[in-house]
């Protein structure tokens, strides 16, 4: 990777919004990126639960192994009242916001059942100028 180029994108975080019912899915979802993302390549991973602040506490960060010093789990009642959207538009909501708060210039906005099944290729993402690739 190109050095000496700051538009090269180092670093991505990770957005997932998730529903209570769905957090079990979230331990198969940090196995797969602790396989198969490099962990250098991630600056933050954030988590909401789309419910109850109360569920926030059964997302374990242990889950994601050698990144676990990397995830921010962060209650829907961070961004204030509960705008009452139906469920689609709730999960879109949080993701904008949450990236809207990320550090690194892109994001990965998932949702709780999406999983890597194969090793990420940083230049099947990228071209050499940062630019994404279609």
């Known amino acids: 990777f190109p ?17 209570r019912n769905d957090i079990f899915l ?3 979802q940090a196995k797969s990126i602790a396989l198969n993302i490099d962990p250098n390549r991630i600056a933050n991973i954030y988590i909401c639960i789309n419910d109850d602040d109360q569920y926030c506490e059964q997302v374990n960060k242990a889950w994601w192994g050698n990144l676990s010093n ?14 009452k959207l139906d469920g689609w538009s709730s999960q879109q909501l949080y993701k ?3 990236a ?6 892109w994001s990965f906005c998932l949702d709780s059942k999406t999983w890597f099944v194969k090793p990420l290729d940083w230049h099947q993402l990228f071209d050499i100028n940062g630019k994404v690739l279609l």
């Open 3 to 19: 050095s000496h180029d700051s538009s090269w994108p180092k670093v991505i975080d990770i957005i997932v919004v998730a529903y």
């Open 26 to 28: 979230l331990e198969l």
């Open 70 to 83: 990397k995830i921010n789990v962060v209650p829907r009642s961070y961004f204030g009242r509960d705008p």
């Open 96 to 98: 904008l916001l949450l």
């Open 100 to 105: 809207n708060q990320a550090e690194s210039g």
